[in-house]
């Protein structure tokens, strides 16, 4: 792969190398296993990959199943869109492996073109031809069939996105949104049975974005394509993903369904990158750790380790203590409460067993808004509260 293919999948440009993107899945090599159904569609085998020095990914393995939708979520520089490229062709593959429904595509010194692979690709930046209209830019793909068909095709294609009545428009005439749209239905068209988005929503105003990618994830989920997406932004992971990659550094932290990551975190990143978590400190004694809120169990964990516990701020239930309610070490002063709509957030100050304070956030649902200053009773929900040792590398 040259240079000009690795710069024009950044973004759109005039030249050749650009149609190698939206190319049809009709290459012999590409024919489908009689048993693909049972394989996954997209496989990535020990992929290491390095931009000079630079290691972008260590040693990454995963798999995607048909019709799955996988999302690739980390902070910005983790590696995701190496890995979407890499699955694409849009990157030369330096180590492992890529196969697309059992058979190897790439391996180091040897791999199938972008155009080849039976893939569909969307970006950021729609990258929509300005100078054609809306049913020649997903037309554009399907360059290999009858003009009929592939008139049938792309017309197809724009009523799964609901776009067919803009098919003769041009798309400086179309919001972000609809534009948007019209790139998934480009990708789509050729049916290909991977779909790889990269930050798909991220050019669309917060709004807009929600209607859109409501809109996408039930025409990806009829499509039936596998398809792995990738987004900085935890929220969106859990509203697309049957399945979500959680990255950091050039490898995979944990891997599992959005439930399993909010509710299993593999360690104190994963727990803090999908919401906000109240953090405390305290010490392993007879299998416990102390804490302002009480004792906590702490299974698996060695006598005298440093841990750090994690609560999610749903995870404390409050109610407001009446004369003689509660034990002292259960109560909470409230610093401030505030409505945010389905929940409220109280601040609360509780103090250790050292007396030294703590700053907490319960998130209650409904309308509580205890006084300032005001006492509370606090419960704590075991299972909201994750403990990891001192010394865990996130
Ligand atoms: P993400 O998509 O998660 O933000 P990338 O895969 O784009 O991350 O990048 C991973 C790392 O590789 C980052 O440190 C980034 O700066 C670096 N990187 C990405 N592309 C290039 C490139 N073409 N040349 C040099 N370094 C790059
Ligand atoms: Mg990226």
Redesign the pocket.
């Known amino acids: 792969m040259d240079t000009t293919v ?1 710069e024009g999948s950044r973004r759109i440009q005039q030249d050749s190398a650009v149609t190698t993107r939206f190319a049809p899945p009709l290459d012999a090599a590409m024919a489908t296993p009689v048993d693909a159904h049972a394989l996954p569609a997209l496989t990535l085998k020990n992929v290491t ?1 390095h ?2 020095t ?1 290691r ?2 260590n040693h990454v393995s995963l798999s995607i199943g048909q019709g799955e939708i996988v999302c ?1 979520v ?12 890499l699955s694409a062709g849009l ?1 030369t593959l330096q180590e492992g492996e890529v196969a697309i429904n059992g058979q190897v595509i790439a391996r180091p010194g040897s791999s199938l073109p972008p155009e080849r692979r039976g893939i569909g690709l969307v970006f950021q930046d729609y990258a929509l031809f300005p100078h054609l209209r809306v049913m020649d830019n997903v037309r554009f793909g399907l360059n290999r069939l009858p003009a009929a068909e592939q008139k049938e095709r792309a017309l197809a294609a724009l009523r799964q996105v609901g776009m067919e009545t803009y098919a003769n428009a041009y798309p400086d005439a179309l919001s972000g949104g609809q534009q948007q749209r019209v790139a998934l239905a480009r990708a789509m068209a050729p049916k290909p049975s991977v779909l790889l988005l ?2 798909p929503f991220s050019g669309l105003d917060t709004r807009l974005r929600e209607t859109v990618r409501d809109e996408t994830l039930h025409v990806l989920k009829r499509s039936g394509a596998a398809t792995m997406i ?1 987004t ?1 932004d935890p929220e969106e992971a859990m509203f697309l993903a049957d399945r979500i990659v959680l ?1 950091r550094d ?1 490898v995979l932290v944990q891997v599992g369904s959005p439930a399993t990551l909010y509710t299993k975190p593999a360690n104190s990143f994963a727990a803090s990158f999908f919401g906000e978590v109240n953090r405390l400190e305290g010490q392993v004694k007879g299998g416990r750790v102390s804490t302002p809120l009480g004792p906590i169990a702490a299974p698996g964990h060695a006598e005298g380790a440093r841990v750090e516990i994690l609560i999610r701020p749903e995870g404390l239930r409050l109610e407001m203590a009446g004369q003689g309610g509660g034990q002292v070490s259960d109560l909470a002063q409230v610093e401030a409460s505030r409505l945010l709509g389905r929940a409220s957030l109280v601040h609360l100050r509780v103090l250790d067993t050292k007396g030294q304070p703590h700053h907490l956030h319960a998130r209650v649902p409904g309308h509580f808004l205890p006084p300032d200053g005001s006492h509370v009773i606090v419960t704590l929900e075991h299972h909201q509260a994750f403990i990891f040792p001192m010394d865990d590398a996130a």
Not at 74 to 85: A, D, F, V
């Open positions: 690795t990959h931009y000079r630079k972008a990914l690739l980390g902070p910005s520089g983790c590696g995701k869109s190496t890995l979407l490229r990157e990269d930050e990738v900085h990255m050039g």
